[in-house]
């Protein structure tokens, strides 16, 4: 049973933006983080940002500091991933999924390995 459902996929251009959402399903359980992934064909997923329950805590792969923003709304539950100035490199299916897991620290963990409930993931392509 999927734990989010992941929309705002699609087409952009490079230096374009696009802004991912990720709502709870019925089935959603509590968890410490929620984090957006990303993986790109014949690539290992990746991990992009994530944010603590609360939503005050961020953590972001250097890759994407400056460009993307993660969010949380908490009247709804959802998780924001705002990209902007896409490059061709950012393409792949983003998957946000949380971790029931409780982390040491401020920071939430940016490796897949912790985050136990998933997402079927959106598309983003990058191209002119």
């Known amino acids: 049973q999927l734990q989010f459902v992941e929309s705002g996929g699609g087409l952009a251009q490079p230096g374009g933006s696009l802004k991912l959402s990720c709502a709870p399903s019925?089935?959603?359980?509590?968890?410490?983080?929620i984090g957006w992934f990303r993986q790109a064909p014949g690539k290992e997923r990746e991990a992009v940002a994530c944010?603590?329950?609360?939503?005050?805590?961020?953590t972001y792969e250097d890759s994407v500091k400056g460009r993307f923003t993660i969010s949380k709304d908490n009247a709804k539950n959802t998780v924001y991933l705002q990209m902007n100035s896409l490059k061709p490199e950012d393409v792949g299916v983003y998957f946000c999924?949380?971790?029931?897991?409780?982390?040491?620290?401020?920071?939430?963990?940016?490796?897949?390995?912790?985050?136990?409930?998933w997402g079927q993931g959106t598309q983003v392509t990058v191209s002119s």
């Open positions: 999924a949380s971790t029931t897991q409780p982390y040491n620290g401020r920071d939430c963990p940016l490796h897949p390995r912790p985050y136990d409930h």
């Open positions: 019925l089935y959603a359980s509590d968890y410490y983080a």
């Open positions: 944010i603590s329950s609360g939503g005050s805590f961020a």
